[in-house]
Nanobody, 121 residues
Framework: QGQLVESGGGLVQAGGSLRLSCVAS????????MGWFRQAPGKEREFVAA????????YYADSVKGRFFVSRDNAKNTVALQMNSLKPEDTAVYYC??????????????WGQGTQVTVSS
């Protein structure tokens, strides 16, 4: 089983930006679609974004469309999530992982330990 390690979370004021990064082991990353989901306390997992293995296709939840941008670097086995215009409702633990499908709202087959993002009002 491959490993996924997220980083880049933190505390930011509303309207600010953060960039999350995820490093994956070769077997987990290579040739696979990747994505991000989040989970706030007391809430279910929420799909955030996904990107195809070749970066040609990207998918976003309506709640983040136009503010968040997913990208990947296949040479470095990394996937990133650039988050702009952050809102307090974006506060959650963010996880990167392998989506089950390449569709908005998909669940994930594996993920890392997560990174906390807190947006203050």
């Amino acid at each position: 089983q491959g490993q996924l390690v997220e980083s880049g979370g933190g505390l930011v004021q509303a309207g600010g930006s953060l960039r999350l990064s995820c490093v994956a082991s070769g077997s987990t990353f290579s040739g696979n679609n990747m994505g991000w989901f989040r989970q706030a306390p007391g809430k279910e997992r929420e799909f955030v974004a996904a990107i195809s293995w070749d970066s040609i296709s990207t998918y976003y939840a309506d709640s983040v469309k136009g503010r968040f941008f997913v990208s990947r670097d296949n040479a470095k086995n990394t996937v990133a999530l650039q988050m702009n215009s952050l809102k307090p409702e974006d506060t959650a633990v963010y996880y990167c992982g392998r989506p089950l499908t390449l569709r908005v709202g998909t669940d994930f087959r594996s993920w890392g330990q997560g990174t906390q993002v807190t947006v203050s009002s």
